[in-house]
């Protein structure tokens, strides 16, 4: 049986994060996983966090199943935390999930049972794993144009290929810093992107990942709570891996909004049906922690100024290696980063440079461009600008024809 097992393809982020661990260059620079690092490269446990931990800890009597639509009471935070407005809680109903990852793969399933004939379109570039997700779970994909080269801002391209996304398709929109251009629309764009889904009747799938990594909380919700309010239906994949530090606790959520509590009808069971087939139940801790915060003030103020801390220092790191990078003689390259935000920027260089950059440099990014500026130690900025100019010099030195 073995034998005939297709070579499946590698993924492309893991195949670069073993590259990165076999090199033995000292300074080399791992800017390819989407996670958090402090000043000093480390990726710490929000304070938080590890109050809620201590906490439970102190309070734990079981280990019993929570269910198919995991913790109740993280459902209910989660749809009060990204939705905010009782009137649209109301109309929405939540399962807890194995990560964003997870929410995905529940809401695909979900999309596959209700509309088996439905495209669903992902940006271009989109996140590495959106495709694989959605055509995993049977569905046909077709993708819409993102302002990705140079990080340019603004959403034109957007608006005009999604007006031939059909009634009952559904289109996967990253709710805030979008991975990999960290270029995102302005709320104007997202309002008409709002008015096209209700002129041709397609649903927006939310993809919210780094919620209070961009603008802030508040602000990062501000487009998915606005599709909310003005469309009947609307998806939403919820992570919690990046804003409350979680990531190897695998906490997220799918939530579904339809137009009233009884237009939802099944939608639980089918999400619950779908996870019994893949994971049964979610891990309980992740719940039971991002409850604990979100359920006491004293904790929750803890966590928002943590994360705004957070927020702050991924601005910091990307404004420094932009003024670096205009320092250097690359003044457009700057300003590009500089229109940025969230956990990833979009470097304006080929795939070939890229992979001469970890060559020559030691410094690793994905080959589309992506770097990990929520990732980067303050003091190697300098050294990352360095690698930048050097490849973006050695391209302008290369003859033509």
Not at 270 to 288: C, D, I, K, V, W
Not at 355 to 383: H, K
């Amino acid at each position: 049986m073995l034998e005939l097992l297709p070579s499946p393809p590698a993924d492309p982020l893991f195949d670069l994060e073993a590259e990165f661990a076999a090199d033995t260059r000292p300074d080399r620079l791992n800017l390819v996983l989407g996670v958090y690092r402090d000043r000093t490269g480390a990726t710490p446990v929000m304070e938080a966090v590890r109050k809620a931990e201590v906490r439970l800890a102190e309070r734990s009597v079981s280990k019993e199943y929570r269910g198919l639509s995991g913790n109740a009471s993280f459902n209910r935070a989660m749809l009060s935390m990204v939705l905010g407005a009782r009137a649209l809680t109301e109309r929405a109903t939540a399962v807890q999930t194995v990560a964003g990852t997870g929410a995905l793969r529940l809401l695909a399933d979900l999309v596959r049972q209700t509309r088996p004939g439905a495209t669903v379109w992902i940006s271009d570039p989109a996140y590495v794993n959106h495709r694989p997700i959605l055509e995993g779970a049977g569905l046909q994909v077709r993708t819409y144009g993102r302002p990705a080269s140079a990080g340019l801002p603004g959403a034109a391209g957007m608006l005009d290929d999604l007006r031939a996304a059909r009634r009952h398709d559904v289109v996967l929109l990253q709710g805030c810093c979008h991975n990999p251009t960290g270029v995102d629309p302005s709320f104007e764009e997202w309002e008409e992107l709002a008015g096209l889904a209700a002129a041709n009747g397609w649903v927006p799938f939310v993809d919210l990942a780094y919620h209070g990594l961009g603008d802030g909380l508040e602000a990062d919700l501000r487009a998915t709570r606005m599709l909310s309010e003005r469309l009947p239906e609307v998806l939403i994949a919820a992570s919690c891996s990046k804003n409350f530090g979680l990531y190897s606790d695998r906490t997220g959520c799918a939530i579904v909004l339809g137009s009233s509590r009884r237009a939802l009808g099944h939608v639980e069971t089918a999400l619950q049906n779908a996870a019994r087939t893949l994971y049964s139940m979610p891990p309980e801790h992740g719940a039971a922690v991002v409850t604990t915060i979100l359920e006491d003030e004293r904790l929750r103020t803890v966590w928002r100024a943590e994360l705004d801390a957070m927020r702050e220092h991924i601005t910091a790191n990307r404004a420094e290696l932009a003024a670096r990078l205009r320092a250097l003689g690359h003044a457009g390259q700057a300003a590009a980063l500089a229109r940025q935000k969230g956990m990833f920027s979009m470097l304006s260089l080929t795939p070939e440079q890229m992979g001469e950059m970890r060559r020559r440099s030691g410094i690793y990014g994905t080959n589309s461009g992506r770097v990990n500026v929520a990732g980067l130690p303050a003091d190697r900025i300098p050294f990352l600008a360095r690698g930048i100019a050097t490849a973006l010099e050695a391209a302008r030195a290369v003859p033509s024809g």
